[in-house]
């Protein structure tokens, strides 16, 4: 880990995986049924694995005038793994599934009271399409007075967009605000490109890569509270 950073004036903060859980159940579930119906022997774990690396390579490649949304994304993304493991499925259904899941996300027991108890302002900063965003926010019952999302940017994290577009609303600089998020490639490795101190949210005790720097680890976020409210 980086050393401690000076406390916050305000927090950039992921959504899916970081206040709510990140779509994994669903992704195997499809990965599970694409598995049954490959012409070629496979797992559901070569599946996820090529799926990610298709879906990764698109995101890097959709910004400016390139930009598509991440349903678009997730679309194209399908079609591919389907036609790499020669399974004949609705994609159609199968995006359902992951797109259900999108709007009405589980979230994590303590991010309600981890965000009402934060004493600075909070901006939201997600991969994720507006529309989708709004309805996992009013299924968890939550708002936030600032939101930025990789639609509004045409953008999708580690870019440095999203996040600059987050500092010119909270008018900001890096040093100043403290990112929170659980990818060590979109949240980890896009703040540290900015010279953004980060916290990264680690619940599953992942090991923490080589080139990625964090100047805080956290099982949950309470270490929010720990570092925001510390002063």
Known sequence: MKNRTASPRAVLLDFYGTVVEEDGEPIGHVCDEIVKASSRA???????????RVFNEMCLNSHGSAFR??????????QAVLLHFGADLD?????????????????????????AGCKVPVCLVSNIDNSDLASALRHNGLS????????DCRAYKPRPEMFEKALSLLELSNEEVLHVGDSLSSDVRGANALGIPVLWINR?????RAGYEPNYISADLTGILDIVNST
């Open 42 to 52: 496979t797992t559901a774990k070569e599946v996820s694995s090529y799926w990610g």
């Open 69 to 78: 949304l991440e349903r678009e994304l997730e679309q194209a993304s399908l």
């Open 91 to 115: 994609s159609a259904e199968l995006n359902q599934i992951i797109y259900d899941y999108w709007m009405r996300p589980t979230i994590f027991p303590e991010s309600k009271a981890v965000i």
């Open 144 to 151: 936030f007075d600032l939101i930025v999302t990789s639609e």
């Open 204 to 208: 599953q005790e992942r090991k923490l």
